[in-house]
């Protein structure tokens, strides 16, 4: 079936660090892949997407490239601030016959210090 | 402000309780769905629904129900709540099949979420 792991965290970053958060994918076909965001006490929001394989996403200063030869959707920033600490998550979506439906990994914890 | 409205915003609830989580939208979106979220599980899906009037089962719907009866709201009922689903729960939205919708991967929308605690 389909699925997305992403790399454990928490991950604890000086301001102006480099950012990767890991974030790979099992599917068929050719599934749209997302990065969301979520600010403490807040729902999820849209960060970015990609719909095809080599397309870049990118966002705030975070970008994401779609990979179909290494399955992979890594998320990168590369000067990070304390405001970007949040819960990242990795998603895909894989619609077919009218039915949509999204696959989340389990987030990844950023810490930000200044 | 157009989105989406989750309440309660928490709720404690004693085990064997009858318990149904409020969600409404106002952008007029075709698909809505429930989630659950964890720590170290992420967000899995409860129920979801394409359109009114229809719903279906995600990865995780033993023990909720959902109905939708029009478009805007999309309730979640926990029939005997157990403390098993002590989660933080998020109502989401998207334009899926919605008229004039073209896109064919559309984001999701968030509500706030409800805390609920089974004791």
């Known amino acids: 079936g389909n699925s997305v792991t992403q790399m454990e965290g928490p991950v604890t970053l000086s301001e102006e660090a480099f950012l990767t958060i890991n974030c790979t994918y099992t599917?068929?076909?050719?599934?749209?892949l997302f990065w969301y965001v979520q600010y403490p006490g807040e729902g999820l929001q849209l960060l970015l997407k990609?719909?095809?394989?080599?397309d870049k996403g990118s966002n705030k200063g975070f970008e994401a490239t779609y990979r179909k030869e290494t399955t992979s959707f890594h998320l990168e920033k590369g000067s990070v601030q304390v405001s970007d600490s949040a819960v990242y998550f990795c998603?895909?979506?894989?619609?077919?016959?009218?039915?949509?439906?999204?696959?989340f990994g389990t987030g990844t914890r950023l810490k930000v210090l200044a | 402000i157009a989105g989406i409205t989750q309440a309660p915003t928490s709720q404690i609830l004693a085990a064997g309780r009858r318990m149904t989580l409020r969600c409404t939208q106002d952008?007029?979106?075709?698909?809505m769905y429930w989630y659950r979220q964890d720590l170290g599980l992420g967000l899995r899906l409860i129920h979801y629904?394409?359109?009114?009037?229809?719903?279906g089962k995600g990865e995780v719907p033993d023990g909720y129900s959902v109905s939708r009866a029009n478009t805007d709201d999309f309730p979640l009922t926990l029939a005997s709540a157990v403390p098993s689903q002590t989660s933080v729960y998020f109502c989401?939205?998207?334009?899926?099949?919605?008229?004039?919708?073209?896109?064919?991967?559309?984001?999701?929308?968030f509500g706030s979420g409800t805390q609920l605690s089974v004791l």
């Open positions: 599917a068929t076909g050719y599934p749209s």
């Open positions: 629904s394409n359109t009114a009037g229809t719903t």
């Open positions: 989401a939205s998207s334009p899926y099949g919605t008229k004039g919708s073209t896109a064919t991967n559309e984001k999701l929308f």
């Open positions: 990609a719909t095809k394989a080599d």
């Open positions: 998603a895909l979506e894989k619609g077919g016959t009218g039915t949509y439906k999204y696959i």
């Open positions: 952008m007029r979106h075709n698909a």
